[in-house]
Structure formats: C-alpha cells, structure tokens
C-alpha cells in the first residue's frame, strides 16, 4: 500500500499587502508572500549568518476572506497547506515552473499591534444596563 503527504507548515511574516482577485465565478482568491528566516554562526569564523527563505500562498474561501481583512506586510503569520507546482511557457517558449503553498488554514500569530487600523465613523453606542433585580436572588441555595 502507498501512502503519501502533502503538508507544509509556515511560521513566519507577510512580505507584502495580500493581493486580492475575483474569479469569473465570484470566489476570491488571494496571493501573499511570507518570508521564513534562520540564523546562525559560522563555525569557522564564528560570523552571524542568516537566510530567508520566500513562499508563494495562495488562498481561497474562507481563508482568503481571513488574509484580504486581516494579514499586512509584516504580520506574522502560521500557514498550513500543500505544495502545488505550476508550470508555463513564456512568449519567448521558455518552460517555468513555480511551487506555491495552498493555504488549508491560516493563524495570525500578532499581538493586538498588529491588527490592521479601522476608520470607522459610527460613535459605539452606549447601552444602559437594566436595573438589578435582586429579589430572583434570594431562592438560590449558595
């Protein structure tokens, strides 16, 4: 029996502002890039080094209305999906091939910083409590 897995998981920040699409069938779709990095010393010379690394998220559904309202370059970002690649030919007739994750969730990982500035013109309503009525009070046993 051959059994196989597909799974990618990303920990990292958005590069750049989610682009937003339409399909011809109404669904939107979203692309992202999210930069994952590592760093360590140099055994030799005992220099920081460091790499970052670049992914390609796409995202539909329910996730793409999540990324479209809520990721901002540099948000940090858990991604989990599956690789796809995605091959095509140029005008000139080169072959180019392209791997991009497809999201299956997405969990914002900031702090209340992070979260996008909504204007809003509504004034929050103010709403006054109902007076207390102790008396129900008085028949519970604790």
Not at 64 to 85: H, N, P, Q
């Amino acid at each position: 029996m051959s059994k196989s897995l597909n799974r990618v998981q990303l920990l990292g920040h958005v590069g750049k502002e989610p682009d937003v699409r339409t399909l011809p069938n109404g669904e939107m779709v979203v692309n992202f890039s999210v930069a994952t990095s590592e760093s360590w010393k140099d055994k030799n010379t005992g220099e920081p080094k460091s790499n970052t690394e670049w992914h390609n998220i796409v995202c539909f559904k329910w996730q793409a209305k999540i990324a479209a309202d809520f990721l901002r370059s540099g948000s940090k970002v858990f991604i989990e999906g599956s690789l796809k690649t995605e091959e095509w030919q140029t005008k000139d007739g080169e072959k180019r091939k392209t791997t991009k994750i497809y999201a299956g969730d997405i969990i914002l990982c900031g702090d209340k910083s992070d979260a996008p500035k909504r204007e809003s013109t509504a004034k929050p309503k103010q709403q006054s409590l109902p007076a207390q009525d102790d008396s129900f009070n008085d028949d519970i046993p604790f």
